[in-house]
């Protein structure tokens, strides 16, 4: 009878160590890191000069708040900004006639803009660079026309010039 018992305890524990099964559970875990590289232009996406007294013949139209361009960039990596007009000249809208590009000039304010005050060209300028962002941030682009000696707006016939600007942001 010992024996039985001593055989039925035996299986018991055999049997539970048979019964008990391990059970694992994978779960995938993944990261997207998507990159962000956005511009938006927030005022002045429309600029325009009136030179209509002597003295803005003379000296020219310096920046102010109608003549500034803001925008915000907001991205992830390091960028460039780059700036450059559709045109080599200006063209007017009534006459079909032309006026010098240098007419117009820019300086920039903002974290890595080139601030150096200087003509607009068609050729793409270099104006911010960011090698560190860490938040959206914000530029203005003050324009003027017929500030430099060498370009003012004397002597270009009466019409209304026109050209546009383009504003290019590329990863580094």
Known sequence: MKRVFLA?????????????????????????????????????????????????????ITSTGNTTTKFTVSSSRPYTVTLNSEDANLMGISTGATANLALLRYSLSGLGANTTTQPLTNTSQTVVTNADPASNEDYSIMWEAGTDAGNRATGIPPDTYVTNVFLTLVPN
């Open 8 to 60: 039925l305890a035996l299986l018991g524990i055999c049997g539970t160590g048979m019964a008990q099964v391990q059970d694992n559970a994978v779960i995938p875990v993944s990261v997207t890191i998507n990159s962000v590289l956005r511009m938006q232009v927030n005022s002045g996406g429309n600029i325009q000069f009136v030179f209509n007294t002597m003295d803005q013949f003379l000296t020219g």
